[in-house]
């Protein structure tokens, strides 16, 4: 087994800004090693979001290749790609995207039903999004709505959904943008154990300083290239 679990070769994302071309991801190479903390960093603009969206599959770039595992993600059919990033990818973003509608238990139970190649039943699935909230030391906030959620309680929320698939990866975006210091703490803590426990490649995307020191690998973004 490789120790690369994610890499991109040559990577570019161009927008069209009516005549103008926006390049806002320019020929990046890089790998992720497996089990690793990886924390890309730079200054807002920089394309760090958009370069994590195409490592995720979300976006597809202009140029170049991503592979996750031995696969070139983007040379999967749209399906299939959506499979294998909800079977092997946890997401986690600043702004949580909790549906407000649905408790806290059925927020983590919504990727266990995308694509429900397992096969599992609903209780099944239920006890999986059960044991994810535990892992985050939420189990007795399973049957409250967003709206009675705290923000640190609202991002473990969304920590718990990412995990509940069990993913090789998880990518995070800004996970502690929104939070206090005290509770950019528990998220800090949060990461570092699923890490140590489940051995999950870790790639946060930060302008917390605190959050990048701990990371093994820094990766240092400006104006879309490495910098």
Known sequence: MSDIMLSCRGVSKVYKMGAKDLCAVDGVTLDIKRGGFTAIVGPSGAGKSTLMHILGGLDRPTSGSVTLGDEDIYALSDTRRARARNARIGFVFQFYHLLPVY???ENVMLPTSILNERRMTSDE????ALNALKSVGLEERAGHLPSELSGGESQRVAIARALVNSP????????TGNLDSNNSLAIYDILSDIRARKNTTLVIVSHDEKLASRATEVICIKDGRLA
């Not at 699935?125 to 999986?128: D, E, M, N, V």
């Open 103 to 105: 408790t806290a238990l």
């Open 125 to 128: 699935r239920r006890k999986l």
């Open 168 to 175: 090789d990866i998880l990518l995070c975006d800004e996970p």
